[in-house]
């Protein structure tokens, strides 16, 4: 194996360990993701995102003898640009009443099933993954995870922020700061006689 792919390959587990392997911590992963502030980052930083874009994209389950090559980093502007799609969309998916339907192109994508056995054994084993475009791949995921690991995924209770959260327990707010400007609101409305607030938080 050449240094460089050992590297990648490196760069790729460590991306890996972020991201967790049960859908619960992809999910956190990915809310914790779409709510920075992509100013902020550094070069560095936003290859580290792209990467754990990549594992996510990457197969969904693999069968045993597939070998799919290391993806080569994301450039800058696809990472910024799915990181503003799932800023949009989770802040969507969270917000509003009941029954709120949030749909979203993912045509750039394809569903790839490999059999790792040969034909006519038994049992038959298989792999899947979805393939193409990153971003297509990368919204396709985050619609399944929250399908199968978003029971928490609500938006913070705050009504100057809203932002989407994996809550633990009885969380209701992103952090300290937001559960602060909530109660501050509630006194001021309370002291106006019930004149909603126009805080909102600062990001
Ligand atoms: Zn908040």
Redesign the pocket.
């Given at each position: 194996m050449v240094k460089w792919d050992e590297k990648r390959h490196a760069d790729l587990m460590a991306a890996s360990r972020h991201l967790g392997e049960s859908d619960a911590s992809k999910l956190a992963w990915v809310v914790r993701f779409a709510n920075e502030d992509a100013s902020l980052w550094h070069s560095a930083e936003r290859a580290t995102r792209g990467d754990c874009l990549l594992v996510l994209a990457g197969p969904g389950r693999v069968a045993p003898n597939q070998i799919s090559p290391l993806p080569k980093p994301l450039d800058e502007d696809s990472v910024a640009t799915i990181h503003a799609e799932l800023k949009h969309l989770l802040r969507d998916v969270v917000q509003g009443p009941a029954n709120t339907t949030v749909s979203f192109k993912s045509g750039g994508h394809d569903v790839a099933i490999t059999r790792a056995t040969d034909e006519g054994v038994k049992p038959a084993i298989w792999g899947w993954s979805y393939t193409g475009n990153v971003q297509a791949v990368v919204l396709r995921v985050v619609a399944d995870l929250i399908l199968r690991a978003g029971d928490r995924l609500v938006a913070?209770k705050?009504k100057g922020?809203r932002?989407p959260i994996v809550a633990h327990r009885k969380q209701e707010?992103?952090?300290a700061t937001?559960s602060q400007l909530a109660r501050t609101a509630k006194k001021a409305q309370r002291r106006k006689g019930g004149h909603h607030g126009k805080a909102t938080?600062k990001r």
């Open positions: 913070c705050f922020c932002n707010y992103c952090d937001c938080r």
